[in-house]
């Protein structure tokens, strides 16, 4: 059964930094998409960055030159490095997986940036 499960997550001051991790179980990690977005409060849930299986990167305009996704296949596990951290940056964060065409969802980890 497909699993991600995110870590990371917490309280941390404008300016800040913080890493996400999400480790990966179930599938061929290595071939797959691997994404990140987030939900604020009374807001739809976004994109925040991909990881491609081919290496590449994408990220939304609100966090390009900020965050960084990276992934280790030998570990299964998919990161996001966040720096400059705003209050905006606030939300749930989610891990996820497209394979073979469904979606798959992590349970989320939560990121307050607050002074």
């Known amino acids: 059964q497909v699993q991600l499960v995110e870590s990371g997550g917490g309280l941390v001051q404008p300016g800040g930094s913080l890493r996400l991790s999400c480790a990966a179980s179930?599938?061929?990690?290595?071939?797959?998409?691997m994404s990140w977005y987030r939900q604020a409060p009374g807001k739809e849930r976004g994109l925040v960055a991909t990881?491609?299986?081919?290496?590449?990167?994408y990220y939304a305009d609100s966090v390009k030159g900020r965050f960084t996704v990276s992934r280790d296949n030998a570990k299964n596990t998919v990161y996001l490095q966040m720096n400059s951290l705003k209050s905006e940056d606030t939300a749930v964060y989610y891990c996820?997986?497209?394979?073979?065409?469904?979606?798959?969802w992590g349970q989320g980890t939560q990121v307050t940036v607050s002074s």
């Open positions: 996820n997986a497209v394979i073979a065409e469904y979606n798959y």
């Open positions: 179930g599938f061929a990690f290595s071939g797959s998409f």
């Open positions: 990881s491609t299986s081919g290496g590449g990167t």
